[in-house]
């Protein structure tokens, strides 16, 4: 591969992010900022184990065996799940091909990123929560406080709405209509608003909730806000996940059912399979959820179909002539930071 010139890896690091997704693109900011994960995180892992500075790195650097050895770090070490790892993949690939088509000095490097194959996802049954054990940690916070009523709502909105995480985050008092019919307006993945009803009991909540944090607010304030160095800011998706993974521990000392790694998209898969169990359609569902397919839906349509499956399967004994009938019926579901913010990283 031939030699790039040291500074033109952050420079086009700065016209992709700066330039090419928001005005050429037009992807979302939130998409945005998932690609600039990806490639940050990459970018510092190789720093780390080339140990030189950031401003020292190359593309000859970040080759594929670099790019599949960080790939495996964050699966093994860090814990990331197959459809994460694959998606910090397509993002480090996408911003190569950018590079490749702005300088074909760089195809080389893009065809050698390109190599790296995409994990193998298994496809298992969807995990979700029963109503009882979502109740359990829903009550955890301490209510008569101030930071307790505001916990206790944000998890009570975040599983009724069946929210994403970013969505919930995203939410601005404009995108609250509270009246008879009382909705919420989310702006979800790939630029796709969907209108979602709250029950009557969250909308009491939530005027418990307005009144005590938003007496002297603007309509284009966060819903939810943390408070930073005196001034309201947007609370954040990791504090989110630290919120109800903390209240997860709690409820699992009296309540043993509740897994040790709770977090927000259990409380999306939860509130779905809830409202399929209880009758809705899952066209119904799969609008409530916001998925662009209703494929994406039926997944809660497989878990409950093998739930019940399991739990007949259960009760046959093992010699009944049902047992190879239920058998044979299975479902099968194989179906430093300078340098960052120069270059549009931050």
Known sequence: MGKVKLNSLFDLIQKYFVTYLPQVKKYSQNTIRSYK??????????????KVKLRDLTFEVLDSRMLASFLDYIEKDQGCSVSTRNHRLHCIRTFFSFAANEDLNLVSYWLDIRSVANAVE??????????????TIIKQPDSSSRKGLRDMFLMLFLYHTAARVQELVDVRLCDLNINQTSTVLFHGKGRKDRIVPLRTNVVEHLRKYLNLFHRDSNQNDHLFYCVRNGQHKRMTEDNVRKLVHNYGCLARISCPEVPENV???????????HLYQHGVDLTLVSQWLGHSQLETTLIYAHADTEMKRKAIEASVPEESPLKAILDSERMLLDDDELLKSLCGLK
């Open 263 to 273: 977090h927000p998209h259990l409380f999306r898969h939860s509130r779905a399979m």
């Open 122 to 135: 298994k496809k298992n049954l969807v995990k979700y929560l029963s109503e009882p054990v979502m109740e």
């Open 37 to 50: 994960k990806a490639l940050s995180m990459f970018l510092e892992y190789a720093q780390v184990q080339r």
